[in-house]
Each structure stands twice: as C-alpha cells, then as structure tokens.
C-alpha cells in the first residue's frame, strides 16, 4: 500500500485567514490544529477549519504543491477554495465523534480550579472501533474567567478535550 501526502488550506471562517500546509497523515493533523496542541500560526488566529485538500503518493509533490499555492495571491486560493467547496463547509466535520459538554460550562471562561468537567462521547458506529482515547488538554492562556461570586480572576490554563477514534 502506497503512503498518501496531502496539501491542505484551513481557514478561520468564509474569507477569512487561511492557512496552507502538507501532511502525511492528515486527519491527525487536523485534530492537532483544531485542538490547539502545537502553538503557531492557527491557535493564534483560530483556523481550524479544513476547507480543502489534494492528496498525492509523491511526498516531493506534495511539498512543491504547497510551496505554490502559498505563494499564489489571496483571489486564487479563494477561488479553488471555492470551486471544491463553495460554502466553505469545514471538510473534517464528520470525521470526529461529537462531545456534548455539561451545560454548566461554556468554554473556558466557566471552568473553575476544583470543578468537574463533564461530557459525553457519542459514536454513531460501534462495529468497526478498534481504541477509543480521550485527551484532556491544558494549554497557557492569557484569559479572565468567572468564579462562582460573580468575581473575575486571571486565569492561566485553558482545557480542550478530543476523542480519537481508531477504526
């Protein structure tokens, strides 16, 4: 079995910030990016949104093809963007199982020293699952959040949580 390489564009929102990248495992690198685990360009501007990708067996065609697409003005991108992808759906969407949060915390700004933090995994196919793994991950963050008093205070650590789903 050949490996496959893949060029891919993620974008913070329609016409928004684009980012161009090349893998060799792409759904990983997707989670990796949505999930904020290597600092960088898209965790500073938030694109995490897969909005296109090539795939090709040649890893130097793979690079080549990046490497032109970054230098291509904004109007191109945009337009092959949305010639495969007109409503700049984000193309990962169903690749991940949904986690449904605790309706008592909305995002990190409500998570409080000592609280418990919920959620549930659902998977819509359960034949083929191999390893289910839960990562529960802290990073810096520079953010205020609210304790229970009403009283802000500084925080400095924010929680992603992701599910990988090997099949």
Known sequence: MNKSYYVYILASKKNGVLYIGVTSDLQNRINQH????????????????????????????????????????RNWKIRL?????PTWGDLSEDWYSSIVQDPRFRGDDNINKGSSLYFFVTILNLENIQRIRVMIITRPTNTRR???????Q??????????EVEM
Do not use: C
Request: charge should be positive; aromatic fraction near 10%; avoid cysteine.
């Open 81 to 85: 963007i949305e010639k495969n992808n």
């Open 146 to 152: 609210i304790i229970p008093q009403g009283m802000t």
């Open 34 to 73: 949505k999930n904020e685990a290597i600092t960088g360009f898209t965790s500073r501007y938030f694109v995490h949104k897969l909005v296109y990708y090539e795939q090709t067996e040649d890893v130097n065609s793979a690079i080549s093809r990046e490497k032109i697409l970054k230098k291509w003005n």
């Open 154 to 163: 500084n925080t400095t650590s924010a929680v992603s949580v992701a599910v």
